[in-house]
């Protein structure tokens, strides 16, 4: 039977009624404590949730839902090495991979904690070697860099961390190919020489056609530049295929596997976080576990009350189901999470962008949110606009460290002074009153102050919640990335879908596999629609 999740949900939209009539701005003026009453402290994160529409009532209610939706017993299912993916008849098991403890965990009877921790041990040993030149390419030179030829979750995890980390890295200059665009490897290639370079090939199926394309073009360019046999020092493989790994002509030792209970998604905790490594050395690497790790731990132990990835996620649903907002905006103050937006992107949205109930039954209220976001300033001058005067309200996430950059203090300040300046606004608001004021004490004529007011009124009652951090750090990263999956997970359980499978890219995938031959133009498209027949006929006749 499906859980009666539309019903949990109606029970928001009464809250939500009765909160309407209020505004952030009062809230604050009649409840001085209100920012000690909704904000946490996990340990490594601190998250600001005051500027959100809630008062103790509605979280009480949403924090009901989630004991409802029986969000502590699917955790501890996924916790305990359950199938809680049921349409791939997985468990659900990436925490396993950053457990810091000595105790083994289980999955269908089988140690996973021993394998875990044996490839964790080569991956570090290799690591060691190669970024010290013990291991070097095949004429003797050191390997200064590494490209990672992977896509989705085998490319979109390490490619943030290590741009996230970037203070970090040293000896290894990482790089990353994703697209089957040629453009993506001809631009990666251009700047690199074969004898210093190493290719991981990074795919979980290793049959993803981008990735073997682009993986089969790379073994090309090295052959060609230093002969075939060269190829065994230049490639490693990370992926659940081995013997696939074998066959593209990877060397034993240079496999690192892992296990169909990780997910793509959740996989950079795993040897996909090789390239991460290579880059940052694995003594960085084990804190960014740690930091995962730690997350988890509260995650686990936390009362929900308490608990950051359950009220974010709460908070989510609140403005997804009783709002109707449909994005949510995710803005780092922090230039070098440039790539979490895009990163959190697959992690929500392939997760929960369903329309059907664990059951297979269809879901009949809103699921995931479309998830973006830019790092801040440089949003301000873009899209903020509309997130402060457009029609649509975007709840959103600010992201900011207490310490930046150290070689420029005064950047960092005026850094934080936006970040705070912009939750700040979208809470508040600019009444029309205020915009007359301002407009008489700038001497403006009593006409032109009514033609501008309702230009410059700001509605304010804009939500936002603020996460701060001291450093942008290995560990905290770690936290920050284990905060989302777990907001990701509990969101799934409020909403009853399998968060662990993404059918949805199937389609596309085959039909441009039966496409390629009439793109290639061995085959006639008959069998397509008028659309698709006209624009092979268009493409045909400019190529
Ligand atoms: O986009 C679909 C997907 O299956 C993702 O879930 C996955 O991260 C990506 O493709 C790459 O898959 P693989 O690691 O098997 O190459």
């Not at 008489?440 to 309702?454: K, R, V, W, Y």
């Not at 560990?475 to 969101?491: C, D, M, P, R, W």
Request: charged fraction near 20%.
């Amino acid at each position: 039977m499906p859980k009666n999740v539309a019903e949990n949900l109606a029970k928001l939209k009464a809250e939500q009624n009765r909160l309407s009539r209020e505004h952030l701005r009062r809230m604050f003026k009649n409840d001085p404590q209100r920012f000690s009453n909704f904000s946490l402290n996990s340990g490594t994160l601190f998250l600001d949730y005051s500027k959100n529409i809630v008062d103790q009532e509605a979280m009480n209610v949403l924090l009901d839902l989630a004991r409802n939706s029986g969000v502590e017993q699917l955790r501890d299912k996924m916790w305990a090495g359950e199938h809680i993916n049921l349409t791939e008849d997985r468990a659900v098991m990436h925490m396993a991979l950053r457990h810091q403890g000595d105790d083994d965990l289980h999955v269908d009877g089988e140690n996973v904690s021993a394998p875990i921790r044996t490839v964790l041990a080569a991956m570090r040993s290799y690591s060691a070697k190669l970024r010290n030149g013990e291991i070097a390419g095949s004429t003797g030179t050191k390997i200064t860099d590494v490209v990672n030829i992977g896509i989705g979750g085998s490319d979109l995890g390490p490619a943030m961390v290590v741009r996230a980390l970037s203070p970090y890295v040293s000896e290894i200059k990482p790089h990353f190919v994703s697209n089957v665009d040629g453009s993506d490897i001809a631009d990666t290639l251009a700047g690199l020489d074969p004898e210093t370079t190493l290719f991981i090939v990074a795919s979980k199926t290793f049959t993803t056609d981008e990735t073997m394309t682009n993986a089969n073009s790379a073994r090309k360019w090295l052959a060609e530049a230093l002969g075939d046999k060269a190829v065994g020092d230049h490639f490693v493989a990370v992926s659940t295929n081995l013997d696939a790994c074998a066959e593209f002509g990877i060397q034993e030792d240079r496999i690192f596997g892992f296990w169909d209970w990780v997910g793509g998604r959740y996989s950079v905790w795993s040897a996909i976080g090789l390239s991460v490594m290579l880059a940052i050395g694995p003594e960085n690497f084990d804190e960014f576990l740690a930091g995962a790790a730690e997350m988890d731990q509260h995650f686990l132990t936390a009362p929900l009350d308490k608990n950051m990835p359950v009220i974010m996620a709460l908070l989510g649903v609140w403005y997804r189901n009783a709002f109707g907002y449909s994005t949510h905006a995710v803005l780092p103050y922090d230039e070098r999470m440039g790539r979490f937006a895009a990163y959190l992107q697959q992690q929500d949205m392939e997760s929960n962008g369903k329309s059907v109930q664990r059951d297979g039954s269809t879901v009949d209220y809103a699921t995931g949110p479309i998830v973006w976001g830019e790092p801040g300033t440089n949003g301000q001058h873009a899209f903020y606009q509309l997130i402060h005067q457009g029609t649509d309200v975007i709840p959103v996430d600010f992201l900011i460290a207490a310490q930046g950059e150290t070689d420029y203090p005064e950047h960092h300040e005026k850094l934080v002074a936006n970040c705070f300046a912009q939750s700040e606004a979208l809470m508040l608001g600019k009444t029309a009153d205020e915009v007359r004021s301002e407009l008489e004490a700038q001497g403006l004529s009593d006409s032109e102050i009514e033609e501008l007011t309702p230009h410059k009124v700001f509605p304010g009652n804009r939500p936002s919640n603020t996460i701060m951090y001291q450093k942008l750090t290995p560990k905290t990263l770690g936290n920050l990335i284990a905060l989302y999956e777990h907001k990701v997970f509990v969101q799934g359980a409020i909403w009853n879908v399998n968060s662990y499978d993404q059918w949805g890219v199937e389609l596309g995938k085959q039909l441009a596999k039966a496409l390629l031959p009439k793109v290639q133009g061995s085959a006639d498209a008959k069998d397509h629609d008028s659309s698709t027949q006209g624009l092979l006929e268009h493409f045909h006749a400019l190529r």
